[in-house]
């Protein structure tokens, strides 16, 4: 088992003929991804590296069924993109696109939230992310598939290459891991640290979570908050930052401390307090996963329900 | 991105804002001039001035950027000790801001003073007005000791402000029941500002109540979304360079992401989370960062060289702490960058590499055989611990 996707999952690439789109598509392709074609509008009917093209997501519905889409498209367009493929009945979003205006990113979520509490089942990836993957199953997004392996640590981050870092540690101690989730850098978002974590919690592969944040917001408090009453795996945690001047924004979009709120500190000890593992060096994450796996008496039982 | 006071005020009044009457000026002469034509505010009845200097960061006042003249005589002679004086606020970090830019305003007659502002909420994902009765101090010190004097209210910008936010409030406020109409009306033209410029924060501290029964914006503070700015031209023109630090422009031309910060190890690291983790990690080994950079996943010799360059440009870097994940870009092309890169800028201070991920042996072989004075790691942790060493014992 894994979470979210697998071997079977089909997946559409929004953006294909674009450059990070076509190159991608191949890559997630390669390594063994049913990647079924793609859509770029005004190029439908065109064959793309082997990819069959559409106009449309609804078009590419109709002919494959695709249960994923995954999206290149520039940040001006993006926010329209997702909402077409949520539109045409796509389950899974995942965004890649880096840059997409936050107000943009509010109108999306809304209609998203809309959408799921009529009944329907619609879920983001991203935006702003790497994508997410489970290892000999799927790739859907731009991380390097072969620093993956199969096993039983599932992951969940705000950041891109800080979690190749942890994964990278997890393949070499041989822990493996059951699905890797990158939820974004921007401060308004798809799916969650606390989304993730609840499907890691019903995932019988799963053994133990690393969550990695970062400065801003109050996510992984809140993630923290739901582990400490709803979950019986270790949680892991990391946030980078802790050297982050205030009101100066890192690189992400969402990783700011601002009016005093969200700093590293103050998520790091917020995470103690509801008995997540935190560690302090991103270099022992792995190290700090197999520790806590292989004491038995660590599992914790849910304090309240 | 942010802008100076003048401008938020004029963006204020274009969106039916009120704000007090002003000019702004860079030299004492102008506002001489000024005074001299009788020009607009000079003109009329006003008797009192508030000469302010224009930077972008805020607690102005207690650091002596804010003067009142009571005569218009007084006012060339505030412009003149404001003007090229380095304002060192809680804001401005130990550096300061040099001021470049003066701010004249007709005085108004305070009643009462509000504090009110419109912020991008992440968790609600909704606009958030924040208000409260505590006019003119900070609103982190104010949520600190009296939670209860502050009034959080969400809107939702799809609906905009409506009228029953704005008359609760103003009950919240406590202003005179005549005054319920303009006030939502005020709220409501904010809100159409914040979500048509694409802001991140407008806030009035103090907004005031004039002793004429008046509700006046007395500073403006607006802060921009940079994902938006693509379809902000207005808002784009009136970005001020001299605002920012050199080292960042010059690194956001080559569409680096740099971040000048106090220590003194450089690092250079590809993706954002991993560049704020290495800045973490030389902390860790008892360093100090000097910045923040993120390279992208290019990291091309040019890319590499540009980043030598800009981190060197910081005359406090005493060593350089590169620290690659190579994932779709492969070890040994960045090796060769850094080779390339490090021959061309001569460096002069330690070089501690870093490399992990695809084809990473390689890539470190060639750093090793390269010739360059360089220490080569494998670990992130290692990598910061040889670069803090390095630092030492160069010293």
Redesign the interface.
């Known amino acids: 088992m894994s979470i979210l996707v697998d071997r079977s999952t089909r997946v559409i690439v929004q953006g294909i003929t674009g450059k990070e789109g076509s190159y991608h598509a191949t890559a997630c392709r390669e390594y063994g991804t049913r990647v079924l074609g793609g859509v770029t509008p005004g190029k439908g009917g065109t064959v793309h590296e082997g990819f069959p093209v559409w106009d449309s997501v609804k078009d590419a519905v109709d002919a494959v069924h695709p249960d994923v889409s995954l999206i290149f498209v520039p940040p001006a367009f993006a926010a329209d993109a997702i909402l077409e493929a949520a539109d045409a009945g796509i389950e899974l979003i995942v965004c890649i696109t880096e840059g997409i205006p936050v107000q943009d990113m509010m109108r999306v979520r809304r209609i998203l939230d809309i959408r799921n509490e009529e009944g329907e089942t619609v879920r983001l990836i991203g935006p702003n992310c790497p994508g997410i993957i489970t290892p000999d199953g799927a790739k859907i997004g731009i991380m390097p598939g072969y620093i993956h392996k199969r096993g039983k640590v599932g992951v969940v981050s705000r950041s891109g290459t800080l979690t190749y870092e942890a994964v990278w540690q997890l393949t070499q101690l041989g822990l493996g891991e059951s699905t890797c989730v990158g939820i974004g850098g921007d401060p308004v978002r798809g799916l969650n640290f606390l989304d993730v974590l609840a499907l890691f919690e019903k995932d019988p592969e799963t053994e133990a979570i690393v969550m990695i944040g970062e400065i801003g917001g109050d996510d992984e408090e809140r993630a923290a908050a739901f582990a400490k009453a709803h979950m019986t795996k270790p949680v892991i945690g990391f946030i980078a930052g802790l050297t982050a001047p205030p009101g100066r924004r890192m690189g992400h979009a969402g990783a700011i401390v601002s009016g005093g709120k969200g700093s590293a500190r103050d998520k790091m000890k917020a995470l103690e307090s509801y008995g997540i593992i935190v560690v302090d060096n991103p270099s022992v994450i792995g190290k700090t996963v197999a520790e806590a796996l292989s004491k038995g008496d660590y599992r914790r039982v849910p304090t309240c329900h | 991105m942010n802008i100076h006071e003048y401008q938020a005020k004029e963006l204020f009044r274009s969106y039916g804002v009120a704000v007090p009457s002003g000019v702004v000026v860079d030299s004492a002469d102008e506002a001489r001039r000024l005074i001299s034509e009788k020009h607009g505010i000079f003109s009329g009845q006003s008797s009192v001035y508030a000469v302010k200097a224009q930077i972008h960061a805020g607690g102005r006042g207690k650091a002596g950027g804010v003067k009142i003249a009571k005569s218009v005589s007084d006012i060339p002679g505030y412009v003149e000790t404001l003007l090229g004086k380095t304002l060192v606020t809680h ?1 401005t970090g130990p550096e300061g801001r040099l001021v470049r830019k003066v701010w004249i305003e007709e005085g108004a007659q305070i009643s009462r003073e509000y504090y009110l502002s419109l ?2 909420d ?2 609600s ?2 606009i958030s007005i924040l208000a409260s009765t505590e006019g003119g101090m900070e ?2 010190e104010v ?1 600190a000791a009296h939670p209860e004097k502050i009034l959080t209210l969400p809107v ?3 609906m905009g402000c409506k009228g029953f936010v704005g008359r609760r409030v103003a009950a919240f406020l406590g202003l005179p029941i005549t005054l319920y109409g303009a006030f939502s009306t005020m709220l409501a033209n904010l809100t159409r500002l914040f ?1 048509e410029t ?1 802001c ?1 924060m407008v806030e009035i501290n103090p907004l005031i109540l004039t002793g004429d029964g008046r509700l006046l914006a007395l500073d403006a503070k607006v802060s921009f ?4 700015l ?2 902000q031209e207005k808002v784009l023109a009136l970005r001020d360079l001299f605002e920012e630090n050199e080292l960042e422009i010059e690194a956001s031309k080559h569409r680096l ?1 740099y ?1 000048k ?1 106090d ?1 003194s190890i450089a690092c250079m ?9 290495t ?6 080994a008892g360093g100090t ?1 000097a910045n ?1 950079l ?1 390279v992208g996943g290019g990291a091309s010799k040019e890319t590499v060289e540009q980043a030598f360059r800009i981190l060197l440009g910081d005359p406090a870097v005493k060593g350089i702490f590169v620290n690659i ?4 870009v492969r070890c040994e092309r960045i090796a060769g960058g850094i080779i390339a890169a490090a021959k061309d800028v001569k460096l002069h201070v330690p070089l501690v590499v870093r490399l ?3 084809n990473a042996k390689e890539g470190r072989e060639m750093l090793r055989e390269s010739g360059l004075d360089l220490q080569v790691a494998e ?4 990598g910061a611990q040889k670069i803090v060493q390095a630092v030492k014992g160069a010293k």
């Open positions: 804001q912020v991008l992440r968790s994902r909704r609103i982190e949520s939702d910008p799809e979500v694409d991140m979304d940079d994902n938006a693509y379809r992401n971040v910060l220590g690291v590809n993706g954002a989370g991993l560049a704020m983790a800045m973490d990690v030389i902390a860790l960062p923040f993120d994940f190579g994932g779709i992990q991920g695809t670990e992130l942790f290692e």
